[in-house]
């Protein structure tokens, strides 16, 4: 399963949360997540302090275990996505069950 994950930090946070972040090596930040979520790819808008990721996963209970971790001065929007084969194929299956 992908999800996307979309994050804005808190205005009044930005400083310890930009503080906190060069603080890690990337691979810590990541492993932060557990041995079942795999990041994809990470975005950045850096001067508004927003951004999102792609994250794959078994267990979608560990991503938000991970956002937890972040939540008091960060808000997150998560969504499951689908590529366009897995897309295609959906929506061909609810299309046939319709008709």
């Known amino acids: 399963m992908k999800i996307v994950v979309h994050w804005e930090i ?3 946070k930005r400083a310890d949360v ?3 972040f060069a603080d890690m090596e990337l691979a810590d ?5 557990g041995p079942n979520v795999k990041t994809l790819g990470r975005w950045h808008d850096i001067i508004n302090g927003r951004g999102f990721s792609v994250l794959e996963t078994t267990d979608p209970d560990a991503i938000t275990e991970w956002m937890l971790k ?3 001065a960060v808000d997150f929007e ?5 590529d366009d084969a897995e897309a295609h194929a959906m929506i061909r299956r609810h299309v046939a069950d319709q008709g």
């Open 78 to 82: 998560m969504a499951i996505v689908h």
């Open 18 to 20: 930009f503080a906190a």
């Open 10 to 12: 808190h205005p009044d």
């Open 29 to 33: 930040y990541q492993a932060m997540g």
């Open 70 to 72: 972040w939540n008091s």
